[in-house]
């Protein structure tokens, strides 16, 4: 930029930034808008509008806007940036080549390495995706997310292919990602569990589906606990109902060491009240096994955060509680159309007692047949775990059992 151009587009790109920094992002829209009609060649407020315009939920609009910066010429911001809307959206090629071409220019920058690591993942390119991490990790030691990408890279290994579609389906991305057994939902066999975008467990029998598979595995591999432990208050139907099924009680002492605890969560949904609820177990030396029947797949856990077994990774909501944070969808299909549509449900908290929602959760067990409730072939599903894809965070037949020394 030359001259007063130079000087009209900076100062509206300054201006930008100071709204953007106080939270005022449609003004701050405006002022880099601004910035780029007075200097079209200015690829900084490029760089800024495509990070609000993704905040602000205009995803196709900040990837637009990333490929005009692009026209003027590369830049490693710009390429990381679109690189990594490319991998949210699992084109991964598009996203490794943009990755790719921001690291030649900038040998430093720390996210593109890493974010390049996530993409050659996917594509089955192993080495190369060691490769990406560990110079993430020259540039920074402490990067969680490159040491994650170093801890889950013997499991993609298993995969010598790229998966169909460029993602896995859910049973593969739960293992691939914490190490543990997904179960699926009423909606699917337990041996190939789809990609849902949410799930909504209506019912008594929806959640009894998914705690039929997990009592299964738990007879057939020998899984053994003292007590259950309840990670929340909305956990406590789902916690009951396992504690009548396996005859276990509920313990509110402090852990134990040595002590084998099945922690029970309904929704995991933020980290936090998560970490707060699993640490104590392993600060004691206790052996914690945790259960958890839905878990958001935007929460990240570290490597000793794990859980062992998954009912799905999704949004997921619960029939007692119907909550705003989870703000229930299903589908409508119009009656002359066929037209289908999403629509939200508003909130509703059931006001039963727990102790009763969690007797029709283990009434509507007990109707359940074991072929009923699996659907499928259950050793197939276990032997899934034990010889194509053995490499989970625990030995699925010593839990709760203390290791012969």
């Not at 801890?151 to 049973?171: N, Q, T």
């Not at 276990?248 to 707060?276: C, F, M, N």
């Not at 229930?328 to 289908?340: F, I, S």
């Not at 625990?394 to 020394?405: A, D, I, L, S, Y």
């Amino acid at each position: 930029m030359k001259g007063k151009k130079q000087t009209k587009a900076a100062k509206l790109f300054n201006e930008g930034n100071r709204l953007s920094d106080h939270g005022e992002f449609e003004a701050a829209l405006e002022r880099y808008e601004a910035a780029v009609a007075a200097d079209p060649k200015f690829q900084d407020p490029y760089i800024a509008i495509a990070y609000l315009k993704h905040r602000l939920g205009d995803v196709e609009g900040a990837e637009r806007t990333l490929r005009r910066a692009l026209a003027l010429g590369d830049h490693p911001v710009v390429l990381y940036n679109l690189g990594w809307i490319l991998n949210e959206r699992a084109e991964y090629a598009e996203a490794a080549a943009c990755l790719e071409r921001s690291v030649e220019i900038a040998d430093d920058f720390l996210m593109a390495w890493k974010e390049l690591g996530a993409a050659r993942l996917r594509l089955a390119r192993y080495d190369d995706a060691e490769l990406a991490f560990q110079r993430a990790l020259a540039i920074d030691s402490d990067d969680v997310d490159s040491r994650l990408g170093l801890h889950r890279l013997p499991r993609f290994r298993e995969f010598p292919e790229p998966f169909p579609g460029g993602a896995p389906g859910m049973k593969e991305e739960v293992y691939l990602r914490y190490g543990a057994v997904c179960l699926g939902v009423d909606t699917d066999d337990g041996a190939s569990v789809p990609n849902y975008f949410f799930h909504n467990f209506d019912g008594a029998l929806a959640v009894a589906t998914t705690l039929a598979r997990f009592l299964e595995h738990r007879e057939v591999w020998g899984w053994h606990f003292d007590r259950l432990a309840i990670l929340d208050a909305e956990s406590e139907p789902l916690a009951i109902a396992l504690s009548a099924a396996l005859r276990v009680p509920i313990g509110t002492d402090p852990p134990k060491r040595g002590e084998s605890v099945l922690l029970v969560g309904a929704v995991v949904r933020d980290v936090e009240p998560y970490r707060s609820a699993v640490r104590p177990f392993r600060a004691a030396g206790a052996r914690p096994f945790v259960f958890l029947l839905g878990l958001d797949s935007n929460v990240d856990l570290i490597e000793d955060e794990e859980p062992q077994v998954v009912g799905v990774l999704t949004r997921i909501s619960v029939f007692w509680n119907k909550s705003e944070e989870f703000s229930r969808w299903k589908v409508v299909k119009d009656a002359k159309t066929g037209e289908e549509t999403v629509v939200t449900e508003p909130p509703e908290i059931d006001e039963r007692p727990s102790d009763v929602i969690g007797r029709e959760i283990f009434e509507a067990l007990r109707t359940l047949v074991p072929a009923e409730a699996i659907a499928g072939d259950g050793d197939a599903i276990r032997g899934y775990y034990e010889k194509d894809h053995p490499q989970l965070n625990f030995e699925p037949r010593t839990v709760g059992r203390k290791r012969q020394r």
